[in-house]
C-alpha cells in the first residue's frame, strides 16, 4: 500500500466547503486502492491574515515542499484587499515550486445543461502559462496618477509551455491553438509566438495555429468542439478558462493542477473557482470543482486507475439528475456529497 502525505490549504469561503468533499472522496477512493492519504491541515487564510498580519507563517513554503502534492480551496475575502491574499499566498506557492503549467480541462457532462444550444462533445484543455507574463512582479502605482505593470515573457518560459502543450496534443486528437495578440499592439505577443513555431516544428504530427485572443473567446464559443488543447499566456489563460468553464455548464465543475513537471516540488490542485463570498455558509457550493481537482492529484500522483473512477462517478451522479444550484438543480453541497460517497 501507498501513503501519500498532502498538504492542504481550505482557504476562505467556499473553499472551505469544497475541501472536505474532496479530502472524503480521496479516502473512499484510496480504500480501494490501498492507498493512504495524511493531511497536514493549514489555516492559510484571509481569516489568519485578519488574525496574524500574514496570510501564511514566514516559513511557510519550507513547511510544504516535502509533501506529495497540495490540494486548495481559495483565496479572497472582503476586506482583505486580493492582492494581499494572492501575493501573500496562492502566487508565491506557483512560483515557488515551479508550477509553471497550469492545467485546466473542459468537458461537458451528460445532464448539464450548456449555456450553448448544443455543446455535446466539447472536450478540450486549456494549458495556461503559470509563473509569468502578465502576472509580473514589476510594475506598480507610479505617484498618484499612474499604474505601470511590465509583461515578462523569456525564452525558458514559453519553451517550456508550449513543450507541455505539444506533448499533451500528441496524447489527445494532435490539434493545438496557441492565443495570441501579435496583431502590432503587444509587444511581447510577437515572441511568444515565434518560439511556439519552433516548438511545433518539433512535433510535425500535431497540426497547430495560433489564433488572436479575441477572435479565439468568440471561437470557444462559437465552435467549442472544434478545439483540443489551447495554450495561452497567464492572463489569456486565466479569462480563457472561466469562459470555457460556463460554456461547459458552470465554472463550479472546472478544475485545475498547477504542475510542476519535473517534480522536484509538490504540483498543487485547486478548482478554478474563487472563494464565492455570494454563496460562502449557504451549503450552495458546487463541490464537483474541487472533487475533479482531487482526481487530478491522484493521476498525477500515478493512480489512473482511481481518477477514472471518480471521473465516472462525476459522470453518473450528473447523468443521473443529481445537481446543485448553479447547475439549475436544488441539491446542496451536503447532500450532494453524501451522494457522491455512497455512490463511490
Ligand atoms: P468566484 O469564482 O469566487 O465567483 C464567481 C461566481 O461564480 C459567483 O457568483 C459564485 O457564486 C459562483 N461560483 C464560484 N464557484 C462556485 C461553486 N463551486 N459552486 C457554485 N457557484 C460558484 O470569483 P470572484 O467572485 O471573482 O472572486 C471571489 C474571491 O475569490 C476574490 O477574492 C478572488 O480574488 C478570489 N479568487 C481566488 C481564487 C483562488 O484562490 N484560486 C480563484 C479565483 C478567485
Ligand atoms: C485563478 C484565479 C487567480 C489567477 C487569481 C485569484 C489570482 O483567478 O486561479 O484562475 O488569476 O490565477
Ligand atoms: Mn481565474
Known sequence: STTHRLALIPGDGIGQEVIPP?????????????????YDTLDWSCERYAHEGAMMPADGLDRIAGHDAILLGAVGWPGVPDHVSLWGLLIPI???????????????????????????????????????????????????????????????GVSRIADYAFALAEQRRKHVVSATKSNGIIHSMPFWDEIVAERAARHPDVAWRSEHIDALAAKLVLDPRSIDVIVA????????SDLAAAVAGSIGIAPSGNLNPEREFPSMFEPVHGSAPDIAGKDLANPLGAIWSAAMLLEHLGHAEAAEEVTAAMRAQLAEGSRTKDLGGDVGTTEFTAQFLARL
Open 22 to 38: 474532496a479530502t472524503a472522496v480521496l479516502d473512499a477512493v484510496g480504500r480501494r486502492h490501498g492507498i493512504t492519504f495524511t
Open 94 to 156: 506557483r512560483r515557488r515550486f515551479a508550477q509553471y503549467v497550469n492545467l485546466r480541462p473542459i468537458a461537458v457532462f451528460d445532464g448539464v445543461r450548456s449555456p450553448l444550444a448544443d455543446a455535446s462533445g466539447v472536450d478540450f484543455v486549456v494549458v495556461r502559462e503559470n509563473s509569468e507574463g502578465e502576472y509580473s512582479e514589476v510594475g506598480g502605482r507610479v505617484g498618484t496618477d499612474l499604474a505601470l505593470q511590465e509583461a515578462v515573457f523569456t525564452r525558458t
Open 233 to 240: 499566456s497567464n492572463l489569456f489563460g486565466d479569462i480563457l
